[in-house]
């Protein structure tokens, strides 16, 4: 049994990298391993430890120190700076302090006086569990096997069969103090053993060194796994009861998520922005189609760690909403959620304590949709992301063990108790306040150019996801490439558009609502620019003008502003347009009187959105050379000959045309963006045009 077995495919312990790396760099070598395999434990899930020899920084004396990962964090994707650090001796002494289960939530205030060199990161709840084991290396998983047997209703009699006595089990307890001394009186009982499972938990196991630890741990996962897929063979019985129905088309999923989404997150915004995110893999698929779906979502989840991102049960809509739109549909869907919210109140009515925390937002995390797959609700895409990663592991928990015996979810009031922990709500407290546009979705055409990017940029620092559009799709793949990188994957999306096309326009808005539910932001950016004699301007030149800047700033705010309309929380539109727009340039007829369109486009918006709450404005940009694609073309040229100057002159010329004497830059136009798009700086503004543009006396509004 101790071998791991290569089917499994489980990350492999590299020898070579393990002989360069100190103590704490093993610890976190095998961290990140472990980390990185959803089978052994979920996102953010689990922690590892080592008692390793140092210098006491006061003393000079060697000492017994705990590294355990800290509170918060991921084991994936931590550094060395996720662990905390704490004097062993001082933790084992805080036995004697210890008053009893009833009290040992106020054992976590010692923990930070057990410290070692002044280390900042924050003790977890689980420290305990790692320091009252004898075993130099530690581990604690939430492998989806071992929780599925631990989810059991004869959780205990199976785990001595499925390991043959090898490992232990032990009855349902928070984490906390009082299970660390559960696991240390376990283990004096049963010194023999190689790990623990914890009912409706998850698993603890040990080893001398950091190697034989993931050794053992993913070998008693295999072996878990292997077990389970044994069993299920032998049955031979379908998962969840076998198919209920069919899953609808891929263009009719598509459609149906479109006209779902952005009324859902609408609805469930009243508290706050939220995001969406959307799973369609082949386990929820197989989940929501089946015989079981409503029996086993109604039973909640095991894991405290998949409870708490999931919230005590989903909310399943029926195919009937499917085919409805307009009022109807939103009707519908509050009428669903209204009752998720009763049933939700009910529950914290029914398991409230004394000192329990006001009821949070009692709207659904997960929402199952039968025929189509998962869609997961929270305040930031990776929230959303992640929750339904927990989901699937609930979903793999639900399927296995009740394939061989009968799933039993976490009880209602222990459920309650982790949801409303209070130390759960201090974590919650000291979580720092959200940037502006966090739970925002902006969506930029021309989103790869110069202003495009230092547009996208700036909404992205205050919290914003970003949608960007653009006709080049080598710079738009670089771009978001890039950004990414920054502000990472959950941030971010591209769509390759040509937005003088209606078609790629309204496919385009339906994939971003695929991604993030909605659009609250719009800004209209994409442009070209041409100059000519007015006796010189072709059809073509002028047509080519129109429909890039008038026409494409038309379609895409309409299907915006149809979104919005459907959200019903109101939004933000910015036209780019330009000082041209304001007052006419000799020879640029074509590009003025597009751009003249553009700020009149704006007005209209602005008057048919107010009584929706969806502000439009304007911003002017002139002059805009440096990092601008417009100027990359003949139009420089082109202006320079205008204005009977050289090429290379004209940024000082522009410079020294305007009233303050100063350059614009990208970034210039992203902070007029900014503010207009802002609901704190700007609710009050629709209608209106803001000039960045160093000074025009001729382009002045009044």
Known sequence: MNAVPTSHAFPQWSKELAATLDEPGLLLYRSNLLGSDLRITNYGGGNTSAKIIQKDPLSGADVSVLWVKGSGGDLGSMKRDGFSTLYLDKLHSLQALYRGPAHEDEMVAYLPHCTFNLNPRAASIDTPLHAFLPFRHVDHMHPDAVIAIAAMAKSEALTHTIFDGTVGWLPWRKPGFELGLMLQRHQTAHPDQRGVVLAGHGLFTWGDDAKSCYENTVGVIAHAQNWLARQSA??????????????????????????LLPVLRGLTSQTGNKLLHVNRQAE????????????????????????????????ILEEALYNLEGGPLTDAL???????RADYAAYYERCKRADSP???DANPVVILLPGIGMVCIARDKATARIAGEFYVNAINVMRDANAIDRYIGLPEQEAF??????????????????KPLAGKVTLVTGGAGGIGRAIVERQLQEGACAVLLDIDAAALDA????????????????????????????????????????????????????????????????????????TAYFLVGREAFRLMKAQATGGAMVFIASKNGMVASSQAVAYCAAKAAEIQLSRSFALEGAPLGIRCNVVNPDAVLRGSKIWTGSWSQERAAANKVETQDLEAFYRDRSLLKR??????????????????????????????????????TR
């Open 334 to 340: 509050e009428a669903k959620l209204a009752a998720y």
């Open 417 to 434: 108790d982790i949801e409303y922990w209070l130390l759960e709500e201090a974590k919650l407290q000291r979580m720092p306040k959200p």
């Open 284 to 315: 929820v698929v197989e989940f929501v189609n089946s015989r079981e779906l409503a029996a086993l979502a109604a039973l909640g989840t095991s894991c405290p760690d998949h409870f708490l991102r999931t919230k005590i049960r989903p909310l």
């Open 479 to 550: 771009t978001v490439g890039e950004l990414t990188q920054q502000y990472s994957k959950d941030a971010v999306r591209g769509i390759a558009c040509d937005v003088t096309s209606e078609e790629a326009v309204q496919a385009a808005f339906a994939r971003a609502i695929l991604e993030f539910g909605g659009v609250d932001i719009l800004v209209s950016n994409a442009g070209i620019a041409s100059a000519s004699p007015l006796e010189d301007t072709t059809l073509e030149l002028w047509n080519r003008n129109q429909s890039v800047l008038a």
């Open 663 to 700: 350059s614009v830059f990208p970034q210039d136009i992203a902070e007029a963006t900014y503010f207009f798009s802002a609901e704190h700086l700007s609710a009050k503004s629709t209608g209106n045009i803001l000039n960045v543009d160093a000074g025009n006396l001729a382009a002045f």
């Open 358 to 360: 006001a009821m949070r």
């Open 234 to 259: 032998a049955r031979n019985t379908a998962a969840f009861g076998g198919s209920a129905r069919a899953s609808l088309e891929p263009t009719v999923q598509d459609a149906t998520l479109a006209r």
